[in-house]
């Protein structure tokens, strides 16, 4: 019995050492756990109408076989796609675990890319599921697109926005509403970055004697030079005559493209200033123009007679230049990099071709040297020796 139980000790230990599926990543003082984002009840889903592809998936554990993927089939897989005409393909096998990276090396806040692999024998990649966790401090989890990339070897982009990616945990529960000091969207699958340009703003329109006091991103805190502006309760004053009128309330921001059509133009950020009868009064509206040789000044502002009455600002900035994020990336690379203390590189869950072909013959050895001791072990049993024991 006692030599069952040791037997029984030698093959967990040995398929736990060879099967690596942690999802956990220490990276630059950060330490990322994404075990929240698995789902132990249905799955990640996404549908791209246009090409007619279903894309089903699961993080850091096998796909939940729910009914919604008919031909899927294999219950180790991560990443499955279903066409239109019925059949289906899987991206990523659980057994061989994940290799972690950033999305954007030069620029971490961005997030964390998990790649999963589907391997040959030798240890090759056939084809990969990239699992994109960007960076949303107010986002609990939200799929925002996949993509299918026929690259050598082809393999998935599944796009999800989530706080779990932000190198510092904005909140532990964060809301399920924007977050509207964030001075980041995402807009028809472009990422407009403002953050450079978030802070206070004064500016006087010649024409009309209009004095401003505006705010990107947070309420209005440098009020100097105004008699009749109060710190911290409005993103923006409008002053004529002495008397200022506010414009807008922070927890309204909505973004939007300034034309859905054009990416490039850059984009929106709307605020309505609501009266104590819960009414919306007026509104601003800031329009920050993609301009890739500034840095970040206001052009024009307009008062328009509107009910309710509207401030436009016409900001132009580079930042309002769209980064394009989750755009198919090319094809995710099977080397895992190991942690060194000498240059601090990155950890992996996971395991590249390379090191998946030499841990697969030294799993096989330890497989097989259990193996034999096991057929020993019952001939001695019959012989009544158990002398090599």
Partial sequence: MKTSIFLLFLIVTAYISCNDQTCK???????????????????????????????????????????????????????????TDGTCKYWGDYNNGNTYSYIDNTNPDIGVKISNQILTSLGHTIRSAAFHLFCNPSEVHSVISAYQHQSMPSHVQLNIE??????????????????????????????????????????????????YWLSVCKNLDDVSDCSCCDPHVTTGYLVQNDKCTELGDLATSNWRPIDPDDAETGVTL??????????????????????IGTKGEITEIDELSLLPPRTEITFTTK???????????????????????????????????????????????????????????????????????
Wanted: hydrophobic share 25%; net charge neutral.
């Fill in 25 to 83: 990543w220490s990276q630059d003082g950060t330490n990322y756990d994404f075990n929240y984002l698995t789902k132990t009840n249905g799955n990640y889903v996404y549908s791209d109408t246009d090409e007619g592809i279903d894309f089903i998936w699961n993080i850091c554990k096998p796909w939940n076989n729910d009914g919604t993927c008919d031909c899927c089939k294999n219950a180790t897989m991560t990443a499955w796609t279903k066409y």
């Fill in 162 to 211: 989530t706080y779990k990616a932000c190198q510092s945990y904005v909140t532990p529960t964060p809301t399920p509403t924007a977050d509207p000091t964030v001075c980041m969207t995402i807009q028809d699958n472009e990422l407009y970055d403002l953050r450079p340009v978030k802070g206070s703003y004064k500016y006087t329109d010649k024409s009309t004697g209009n004095k």
């Fill in 270 to 291: 709307e605020y309505d200033k609501i009266n104590s009868a819960q009414k919306k009064v007026r509104s601003m509206k800031w329009d920050f123009v993609c301009d």
């Fill in 319 to 389: 930042y309002a230049c769209p980064e394009s994020p989750f755009a198919p990336s090319p094809s995710p690379t099977a080397t895992a990099t190991v942690t060194s203390k000498s240059n601090g590189d990155s950890t992996t869950g996971g395991l590249n071709g390379g090191y998946t072909f030499l841990v697969t013959i030294v799993c096989g050895g330890a497989f097989f040297f259990i193996g034999w001791i096991v057929h020993k072990y019952r001939i001695d049993r019959k012989q009544g020796g158990y002398s090599n024991l």
